[in-house]
């Protein structure tokens, strides 16, 4: 629901944003509300993850070396894929 001018209230349904509409509506929402808090911790922590691993793979020299570092990412990756889908009760 939504306030109009005029003082009436507008239903306007669920909307779908992407990730980086959802980091921009988090990061200029007030912060002492808990929710807001956790969403601005979780962005903080998923962009500080994100530099390390580009620091790390941006050292290598050899594609090989790069291509290994990815192959051991996605490995980490699916795993947790699928324990989380094990946990949703996935067979």
């Known amino acids: ?6 003082g009436a209230r507008r239903d306007i349904g669920d909307l779908q944003l992407s990730r980086y509409a959802c980091y921009l509506v988090i990061q200029n929402a007030y912060t ?3 929710v807001v808090a956790l969403e601005q911790t979780y962005f903080a922590i998923l962009t500080r993850k994100q530099k390390i691993i580009e620091y790390e793979f941006n050292k290598l020299i ?3 070396e790069k291509r290994m570092f990815l192959r051991r990412e996605m490995v980490e990756h ?3 894929l699928a324990d989380a ?3 949703a009760g996935v067979i």
């Open 85 to 87: 889908a094990k946990d």
């Open 32 to 34: 002492t509300k808990e």
């Open 1 to 6: 629901m939504i306030d109009l001018p005029n």
């Open 62 to 64: 050899t594609e090989v």
């Open 78 to 80: 699916n795993k947790k």
